[in-house]
């Protein structure tokens, strides 16, 4: 398999990991759409929701719980948006369940 994100989680391709537990990975994101722009990884490999079983829906519910927790590492205090972007017109560039987290600025809402 070639998938960018699953050779971040093995750690072939090195990254700095900001949080990692059995789960997912957070890793800041090298496009920043906000002053703080954060990826949560999971570590099981599936592009949809449509696609993933029932231990990787698991997988999905346990980062979306953990995410709050993490509030003071990734300066969440102000509050945060979450953006999962589901296929190519949505704009997912890589095929691998990924969570953005925006936070550190206020933000609108910009409709396409």
């Not at 570590?43 to 029932?54: D, I, Q, W």
């Not at 589901?86 to 550190?104: R, S």
Request: net charge negative; aromatic share 8%; glycine share 6%.
């Amino acid at each position: 398999m070639d998938c960018l994100f699953c050779k971040f989680i093995s750690g072939e391709i090195p990254v700095n990991k900001l949080y990692e537990d059995e789960n997912f990975i957070v890793i800041r994101d090298i496009e920043p759409k906000a002053k703080n722009h954060y990826l949560a990884i999971v570590k099981s490999h599936f592009k949809l929701f449509a696609e993933m079983n029932e231990e990787q829906a698991e997988m999905l519910k346990n980062t979306l719980k953990k995410i709050p927790e993490l509030a003071e590492l990734l300066e969440l205090q102000g509050g945060y948006r979450i953006v999962v972007n589901q296929g190519d017109d949505a704009g997912q560039t890589v095929p691998h369940l990924h969570i953005h987290i925006l936070c550190g600025q206020k933000m609108g809402w910009q409709p396409a």
